[in-house]
């Protein structure tokens, strides 16, 4: 289970405070995909951070009891002196998973040939979200976290990816955060709205994006 | 603090965390060693050139080591635990203050990172401590370690102020950032000075002593060249002072770490 108690999350001090996240109590549904639509500036991020627990919350607890992925194609936890397969052995490590299996899985899905055995800091930007991407997708997680964007490389490894993705959705719960109605609407099952510090979730995709816009074209201050 | 996160419903905390620990400590080792040519050899480096340019400058001066003891051996006895504290210190605190990557792993937490820090640091430090003084040994400085368990007490008692100065100071900075940027000039310098790397207390005017002892540092150097060697011994150190100093800056440092979590970014 992944889900939010009471969190609470401000920055800055005194007058310059801002409620980023407002007391959200929030259980991410098991084996769906929920998408998080937030306008620039909501929180997404932080939310992100706070799920990933790289961030605590000032108030309140994230409890996390499923195998959790990191944000799915986020790179900056890697080490560039290290080679790719350094890299994924220090996830499988972290993860309890086996190195055999998650180096066979990262270079079959990557497709980085002898790059795999080179350090990090050679790869094209390219190349490294590759990388990353399929490291995310090598392990089995019972929870995918994804920060905006899915898709890396020319068409076809799009076309492998969305293939892979679409598999996962069904084993797995994916958490999406996006800006983007059409990136929602293509990976999602379920849809939540962050907005001013609270997030609402709607069953129905279309209730979710028609509260969205009123956000954005600021009809209503919900 | 918290420790490591469960990422799944049968594992205990402590499964996690150990698996954290040993994950970070091998890439922490490869990272600064693993892929390049010297490997090791540039942890050596330093305190090697440090010594040597130190033991040059007292030949010059004609000043033979105090107490008895060889010049190099005496320098090592001070250079090595101090580089040790100041490597420590550094590394706590950023890693108290920083905002690492690395926690966007869901099971990595802040702890874990400033833990193997502190683990790979004092495993390098001691093992090069070791290697130059086995070096020496051949050299023909002879010595016989005279009080094995002081010489680890020095050290321990140096771990536990280099990981309390570090966590006051990287929970500090996180709140007002230019404590950082004074750190070296305000506080590693005087300590490198004043902390016995190049005399002993019995060598100070006794006013200078007076104050010179408030350092905890000078307590720990003086206790290690007390234990490790026979001609010399100390009549100044005071364990009990320097227990309480470093308990202390602990637990003010996790308490500042805990007030100031909340204006990061």
Redesign the interface.
């Known amino acids: ?1 992944i889900a939010l108690e009471n969190v609470t999350k ?2 800055g ?1 005194g007058d310059q405070t801002h409620q980023v996240l407002n007391n959200i109590t929030f259980k991410f549904p098991y084996r769906k995909s929920v998408g998080v639509l937030g306008a620039n500036g909501a929180g997404k991020s932080t939310l992100i ?1 706070i799920i ?5 919350p ?1 108030k309140g607890r994230v409890v ?8 799915m194609g ?1 790179s ?2 890697f ?1 560039g ?2 080679t790719g397969r ?1 890299n994924a052995r ?2 499988a ?4 998973a086996s190195f055999v299996e998650v180096e066979r899985k990262t270079n079959e899905f990557a497709e980085l040939g002898e790059y795999f055995d080179r ?1 990090l800091s050679s790869y094209s930007a390219g190349m490294r979200s590759r990388f990353a991407m399929s490291l995310s997708y090598a392990l089995d997680f ?1 929870y995918y976290l994804v920060d905006e964007a899915l898709e890396t490389g020319d068409a076809r490894l799009k076309e492998k990816f969305r293939q892979i993705f679409k598999q996962r959705r069904q084993t797995s719960s994916v958490i999406l955060v996006s800006h983007n109605e059409q990136t929602i609407r293509k990976n999602c099952d379920v849809a939540t709205v962050l907005h001013n510090g609270q997030l609402r979730y709607f069953d129905n995709l279309d209730d979710a994006f028609m509260l969205y816009r009123k956000i954005l074209f600021k009809k209503v201050v919900a | 603090m918290s420790s490591g996160n469960p990422v799944s419903a049968s594992e205990s905390v402590f499964t996690v965390q150990f698996r954290v620990l040993h994950a970070l400590i091998l890439r922490e080792l490869k990272s600064r060693y693993g892929n390049r040519r010297l490997g090791f050899g540039w942890a050596l480096l330093e305190p090697l050139i440090f010594l040597m340019v130190f033991v040059g400058v007292m030949q010059l001066i004609d000043r033979s080591a105090p107490s008895g003891v060889p010049a190099p051996l005496f320098l090592v006895a001070g250079i090595s635990p101090f580089f040790m504290f100041r490597d420590l210190f550094s590394e706590v605190a950023q890693g108290a203050r920083g905002n690492p990557s690395l926690l966007m792993f869901p099971q990595v937490t802040r702890m874990d990172l400033i833990i193997s820090k502190v683990i790979v640091n004092v495993l390098v430090s001691i093992a090069v401590f070791i290697i130059i003084l086995i070096g020496l040994f051949f050299f023909g400085f002879a010595f016989r370690i005279e009080n094995l368990l002081g010489v680890m007490t020095g050290f321990s008692l140096l771990i536990a102020l280099g990981i309390g100065l570090g966590l006051v100071l990287g929970a500090v900075s996180v709140r007002y950032e230019f404590i950082q940027s004074l750190s070296q000039p305000l506080l590693g310098r005087p300590l490198f000075l004043t902390s016995g790397l190049f005399f002993t207390a019995s060598m100070l005017p006794p006013v200078a002593r007076e104050i010179a002892l408030y350092n905890p540092l000078l307590h720990c150097i003086e206790l290690i060249r007390d234990s490790l060697f026979e001609s010399f011994s100390s009549r100044y150190v005071d364990l009990e002072y320097v227990c309480v100093f470093a308990l202390i800056l602990i637990s003010f440092g996790m308490m500042l770490l805990g007030v100031f979590e909340r204006q990061r970014k």
């Open positions: 289970m401000s920055y001090l951070r990933g627990g790289a961030e605590k000032d996390r009891t499923s195998r959790l992925s990191w944000p986020y900056g936890g080490q002196t290290l350094e220090f996830v490590r972290i993860y309890g350090p019972e």
